[in-house]
């Protein structure tokens, strides 16, 4: 069993970094896939970024690609995303997801195991 747990969640300014982590996240396995994925009141859960946990490969979607970072510290078995440039438009509550033999890693309802959240808020 996977049991993630985020935390770092907070109010930053926009310009801001903010790093999240998520512990208890990984496990063996070759098609095992740890990610981050985020929900803003009102709108659908959204992809932000993933990591095939063996092999390291490293997908990011396309609103944050090149201001945030997903990494993993296999001896702590956590991973984190650090994000840099915040914008208003980034608040959400944002979410740790693991899963294995995923066909589309972009797509929530493929993850089996998810966090409980961690808000994080940037104001203007």
């Known amino acids: 069993q996977v049991h993630p747990v985020e935390s770092g969640g907070g109010l930053v300014q926009a310009g801001d970094s903010l790093t999240l982590s998520c512990a208890a996240a990984g496990r063996t396995g070759s098609h095992y896939v740890v990610a981050w994925f985020r929900q803003a009141p009102g709108k659908e859960r959204d992809f932000v970024a993933a990591m095939w946990w063996n092999s390291g490969t490293i997908y990011y979607a396309d609103s944050v690609k090149g201001r945030f970072t997903i990494s993993k510290d296999a001896a702590k078995n956590t991973m984190s995303l650090q994000m840099s440039s915040l914008k208003p438009e980034d608040t959400a509550v944002y979410y740790c997801?693991?899963?294995?033999?995923?066909?589309?890693?972009?797509?929530?309802?493929?993850?089996?195991?998810w966090g409980q959240g961690t808000q994080v808020t940037v104001s203007s």
């Open positions: 997801a693991a899963g294995e033999f995923l066909f589309n890693i972009r797509t929530a309802s493929q993850y089996t195991y």
